[in-house]
């Protein structure tokens, strides 16, 4: 056989020994009692989210991507290379990004295999022409691993930089909300009302903490468990000021102190902060403009200056 009969043979090697390994796996973990009582437990679930969806709308049909979504949740709940105390990590973080869906945790965990896959096939598939590893098949496969890893990965990291910006937004944001809940309150509007109002009023400036005021605002006028329903938006949006927020409240509905003087003086601490942090960045602006002047701006203005200088000694040294 040829050199390049060669190389596709021992991609396809490869790559059939990741996918070979991964069902070896999948079977291992799928066939213990453990796995077949959770898969019993999601069955369950899933049939009764389908018999509530069926009793609301009986005609609807679903289309195409309700149907990918669909399979690509099955898929992610069958995987057993996750255990439980992950998913509930990534459950949690999902729920900060603002994913509160019942199948998010698999969708993302069946984005994090296919993800993987298709790097580690995109590797394969560069074979030979790959720098450095390209020659020698065993750092092929290393490399095919390794870009299966880092595809897992990235999906996460993504989620987990998309809570971060949402977090970041949102502390940004709370002093307005604050002082709009200030203004509810002393209107005479109950703690529930000020909230949903609160809630009303973000749509167009915060969307995100819009929503977790509004689900919240839900949760008080459905249950009525304030201090649950409280320590539920701290758990969704894991802020230190969202939770002094919370503990502020608690500790004046104990103690029977008005909310409005609590929530003014937490106002103007959060705002007060709020001035800091921009302070402090741009304190740290003029160091950071160091180097792109040193790269973008100093070089053309040395040229602009120095150039027709320059040019002119050069003229004078092709005379002599």
Not at 1 to 7: A, K, L
């Amino acid at each position: 056989m040829s050199g390049p009969n060669v190389d596709r043979l021992l991609n396809l090697i490869m790559l059939l020994a990741l996918f070979a390994g991964l069902a070896i796996w999948w079977m291992t973990k799928h066939g213990s009692r453990s796995r077949r009582i959770a898969m019993r437990l999601q069955e369950a679930t899933v049939d009764m989210r389908v018999e509530g969806t069926a009793s609301g709308s009986a005609t609807a049909t679903p289309g195409p991507r309700q149907r990918l979504l669909a399979y690509m949740a099955r898929l992610g709940e069958n995987i057993p290379l996750f255990d439980a105390a992950y998913r509930i990590k990534l459950q949690r973080e999902m729920v900060r990004s603002g994913y509160r869906g019942n199948t998010a945790v698999s969708l993302l965990l069946a984005v994090k295999l296919c993800f993987g896959l298709a790097c580690a096939a995109t590797t394969i598939m560069l074979g030979s022409s790959l720098p450095v590893v390209g020659p020698y098949p065993v750092a092929r496969g290393i490399a095919m691993m390794g870009a299966f890893i880092v595809g897992m990965i990235v999906p996460e990291y993504m989620m987990t930089w998309r809570a971060r910006r949402r977090r970041a937004l949102m502390a940004a944001c709370l002093p307005d909300a604050l002082d709009l809940l200030i203004i509810c309150t002393n209107a005479g509007n109950s703690f529930p009302v000020s909230i949903r109002r609160v809630a009303d009023e973000l749509a167009t400036i915060c969307p995100p903490l819009s929503d977790e005021f509004s689900l919240t605002a839900d949760e008080l006028h459905l249950s009525g468990d304030t201090n649950r329903a409280l320590h539920g938006l701290a758990e969704r949006i894991d802020l230190p000021s969202i939770r002094a927020l919370i503990t502020t409240l608690t500790q004046s509905m104990r103690y029977g102190t008005p909310i409005t003087q609590a929530l003014r003086t937490l106002s103007r601490t959060e705002r007060l902060t709020h001035v800091v942090a921009l302070e402090e960045k741009a304190a740290k602006l003029a160091p950071k403009m160091v180097v792109p002047m040193l790269l973008f701006i100093l070089p053309p203005v040395v040229a602009i200056s120095a150039g027709p200088a320059v040019i002119q000694l050069l003229e004078f040294m092709n005379r002599k």
